[in-house]
């Protein structure tokens, strides 16, 4: 059961691949530079307690679906990832009840792609946080306010909505095009209700607000999990998605 399950969760992030080749995992990110694991650490802690996302950055290529897919891979097993589609949504946010899901918009915006959500399904999508659901998606936008501007004055969602997408990760991207770097360059963190508040940036690194509800302990179970993953050699996300279940059984989730 948990080889089927694994197998769907995964075919569910290659859905979500726009470019070809194997979809990277966080321990692609922390060989590449790409976040460190003080941040994956945190990232981790938040994520496998079921927080909702949302992955930022202006550029095409910059590597949003990338990041947002390698914390995904994180998420618990008990919050199925289902495409977030027109209809989809829809229906959810209808349902009186149904199971705590992760729904997944592979990004806000207006094209005609598959799960990408604008306007009213954009409204009902960021509504099914009131209802349990986890949120993962990802936008062109390079800050917090670039994307409150797009979700809740061009998309009209509602500021209290905007506030349950626990974190807020945006990407930089530095060098030239034969050797671009891409980083995560602030993440920003809410409990859900208040507004977001800076908890790293590449600068200073980070620095957790003590009302985020991420104890030490949790940190270090997941570093140790980061470390022990480093050492092993994991790399695709079938291998460690595998690995997340078995950190659930063991009860560190």
């Not at 390698?70 to 829809?90: D, E, K, M």
């Not at 302990?217 to 980061?226: I, Q």
Request: with cysteine; hydrophobic share 40%; glycine share 10%.
């Amino acid at each position: 059961m948990h080889k089927e399950a694994i197998r769907r969760h995964c075919a569910e992030l290659n859905r979500c691949n726009q470019r070809g080749g194997r979809m990277l995992s966080v321990f692609d990110l922390l060989d590449a530079g790409t976040l460190d694991i003080d941040l994956a650490a945190y990232l981790m802690a938040r994520i496998t307690r079921g927080d909702s996302l949302m992955v930022g950055a202006n550029p095409g290529g910059a590597g949003k679906t990338t990041v947002m897919c390698a914390l995904l891979n994180l998420a618990p097993p008990q919050r199925p990832l289902v495409a977030a589609t027109g209809p989809v949504v829809s229906a959810a946010a209808r349902a009186a009840e149904s199971p705590p899901r992760c729904f997944v918009c592979h990004e806000i915006g207006a094209g005609r792609y598959f799960s990408y959500l604008w306007g009213e399904d954009l409204r009902a999508y960021c509504s099914l946080r009131q209802q349990g659901h986890m949120l993962a998606t990802n936008l062109h936008a390079d800050d917090l306010d670039e994307a409150r501007e797009q979700v809740c004055v061009e998309n009209g969602v509602s500021e209290a909505h905007f506030n349950a997408f626990h974190l807020l990760v945006f990407l930089r991207v530095g060098g030239g095009f034969a050797r671009r770097r891409r980083r995560i360059d602030e993440v920003y963190a809410s409990d859900g209700a208040s507004a977001h508040a800076c908890v790293y940036d590449a600068r200073h690194g980070l620095r957790k607000s003590p009302d985020d509800g991420v104890d030490d302990a949790s940190l270090t179970r997941c570093r140790a999990f980061l470390e022990r993953g480093q050492a092993d050699g994991l790399w695709t996300i079938e291998e460690v998605r595998e690995r997340v279940v078995e950190f659930f059984e063991k009860g560190a989730g």
